[in-house]
């Protein structure tokens, strides 16, 4: 029998996940490559899951809302194991995986990411020097559901770029402001350094911002 983490992944779609948590009442957004799909406006690779963050503070409501689905966490990262209907998280686990029932394919992907309780302020679980309003943290635009804006999840997809990552930044950085790249520059210089890779790109003035 396989481990679990080798069974296949049959994501949602776009739709099912707004269907899904639409009676949500606490903040969460799509993630991952999706999120730079929504906004390039057009599918131009494979994806192999479908990504949704939440805030750690929230899990209550969103383990809730998916008491009859089976989620693992991984925790230590590498390693699942299930989530109970009724525990919370360790704080090193930000990562679970969910399925409709038990041997069956994995549907969805939940990131936890944390918050500032004094300001109550979006804080990377990666780097807490990069942080921003909650209200900020959508991406501009009119989508079917709430998709994180490219500029944070570029962030994240900057620590160890792949291949996929680097076309994401492709496809999407003719349609960053001025703003957000102005952002994801300095986020970048905060936790990676002056020399991250993708400065290049983000300087190229050919690649000019809408």
């Known amino acids: 029998m396989p481990a679990e983490d080798q069974l296949p992944w049959v994501p949602l779609t776009f739709t099912q996940v707004a269907s899904l ?54 925790d230590p990262p590498g390693t699942l194991r ?23 394919p994995w549907k969805l992907q939940l990131m936890f990411d944390e918050h ?32 994180l804006a490219p500029e944070i999840q570029l962030w994240y997809k900057a620590k160890q770029p792949r291949p996929k990552d680097a076309l994401d930044l492709a496809m999407v950085l003719p ?14 210089r905060t936790t990676y350094g002056p020399t991250h890779p993708w400065f290049g790109a983000l300087n190229d003035t050919r690649l000019r911002p809408r």
């Open 21 to 74: 948590f639409t009676d949500l009442t606490v903040p969460w957004w799509l993630a991952g490559g999706h999120a730079i799909s929504a906004v390039v406006g057009r599918p131009y690779r494979r994806h192999d899951d479908i990504d949704v963050l939440v805030l750690r503070r929230d899990q209550a409501a969103v383990r809730s809302l998916l008491r009859a689905w089976d989620c693992w966490m991984a």
């Open 116 to 147: 500032d309780p004094a300001s109550g302020w979006w804080r990377s679980r990666r780097d807490p020097r990069i942080t921003r309003p909650l209200a900020t943290l959508t991406a501009p635009g009119t989508f079917p559901l709430p998709v």
């Open 82 to 104: 299930r989530w109970p209907v009724d525990a919370l998280l360790p704080p090193a686990a930000h990562d679970v995986w969910c399925r409709e029932h038990a041997g069956g």
């Open 175 to 188: 349609a960053l402001s001025v703003v957000q790249r102005a952002w994801l520059r300095q986020a970048l």
